[in-house]
């Protein structure tokens, strides 16, 4: 019923009036989209000629990530008030970060 009247376009504030109607249950503002989200995402099914595509771009974003992920740190670090260090020295004396 959740995902029918979403699906249909209903609005939350419609959707919560029609729950509370068929299951005598009252839910917050963010129960009902949360539950929906939840459901939407459980129930989805990625196409088997797509799961080669996800593995690459899985990769590529996270060895972007990587690449980059010590001058982000850096220029954080100076946004914060301190020393602008080049990017292998904050690497380099982050062996103590928790990761």
């Known amino acids: 019923m959740l995902i029918a009247l979403r699906d249909a376009g209903k609005g939350w504030t419609e959707i919560r009036v029609e729950w509370e109607k068929m299951t005598g249950e009252r839910t917050g503002n963010s129960t009902l989209p949360n539950r929906y989200s939840r459901l939407k995402s459980n129930l989805t099914i990625i196409k088997e000629e797509d799961n080669q595509k996800l593995l690459e ?13 010590w001058s982000m740190i850096a220029q954080n670090v100076a946004q914060r008030g301190g020393e602008a260090y080049k990017v292998g020295v904050s690497s380099r004396y982050c062996d ?4």
């Not at 899985?58 to 980059?68: G, M």
């Open 57 to 69: 771009a899985k990769q590529e974003v996270e060895a972007t990530f990587e690449k980059d992920k």
């Open 96 to 99: 103590f970060c928790i990761s």
